[in-house]
């Protein structure tokens, strides 16, 4: 299994979003950090705005931020918005779905269980648990304008 390259720039813009928590964070900037074209985060923000992941505002002193704290964005959430497009299999695809081998395979019920497996585990890990008490993570991805710590609170893990 491979992620696209859009999940991908979506996990770096929303973890740059939620290192330089409430401050608005500029595509321009995230393409530096994150080492990325700011055409293809162009996409990949827009697909984030739409499905609430994050708030942008255009203009000059515009940019994005978090839609709603990074404890309740599961990255499991994220990797459907943006995989689920791509099916993962020949067999997955309706429409598409030219495989002689669909009636009688069972393949397909294995992936399909795996696939299930796979998100169930992503479900459970928030844009929180990746970014909170990461230094390392902060230290790639924390923009001039924010404060040298976290200005995020991080919840005490359990």
């Given at each position: 299994?491979r992620?696209?390259?859009?999940?991908?720039?979506?996990?770096?813009?929303?973890?740059?979003?939620?290192?330089n928590?409430?401050h608005?964070?500029?595509?321009?900037?995230?393409?530096r950090?994150?080492?990325?074209?700011?055409?293809h985060l162009?996409?990949?923000?827009h697909?984030l705005?739409?499905h609430?992941?994050?708030?942008?505002?255009?203009?000059r002193?515009g940019?994005?931020?978090l839609?709603?704290?990074?404890?309740e964005?599961?990255?499991?959430?994220v990797?459907r918005q943006?995989?689920?497009?791509?099916?993962?299999?020949?067999?997955?695809?309706?429409g598409?779905?030219?495989?002689?081998?669909?009636?009688?395979c069972?393949?397909?019920?294995?992936?399909?269980?795996?696939?299930?497996a796979?998100?169930?585990?992503?479900d459970?890990?928030?844009?929180?648990d990746l970014?909170?008490?990461?230094?390392?993570?902060?230290?790639?991805l924390?923009?001039?304008q924010?404060?040298?710590?976290?200005?995020?609170e991080?919840?005490?893990?359990?």
């Amino acid at each position: 299994m491979r992620l696209t390259m859009r999940t991908n720039l979506a996990m770096r813009v929303l973890m740059a979003c939620a290192v330089n928590d409430r401050h608005m964070v500029r595509r321009a900037d995230i393409a530096r950090v994150a080492g990325a074209s700011e055409n293809h985060l162009a996409q990949v923000v827009h697909h984030l705005s739409l499905h609430g992941f994050v708030d942008t505002i255009r203009g000059r002193s515009g940019g994005m931020s978090l839609a709603r704290p990074a404890e309740e964005i599961s990255i499991g959430q994220v990797f459907r918005q943006f995989e689920d497009v791509v099916p993962f299999a020949e067999c997955f695809s309706r429409g598409e779905n030219t495989c002689p081998l669909a009636g009688a395979c069972r393949l397909r019920v294995a992936l399909k269980s795996a696939l299930d497996a796979f998100y169930s585990e992503l479900d459970g890990i928030s844009l929180a648990d990746l970014v909170c008490d990461n230094a390392a993570l902060e230290a790639l991805l924390a923009l001039p304008q924010t404060a040298p710590r976290f200005a995020m609170e991080c919840a005490p893990r359990h």
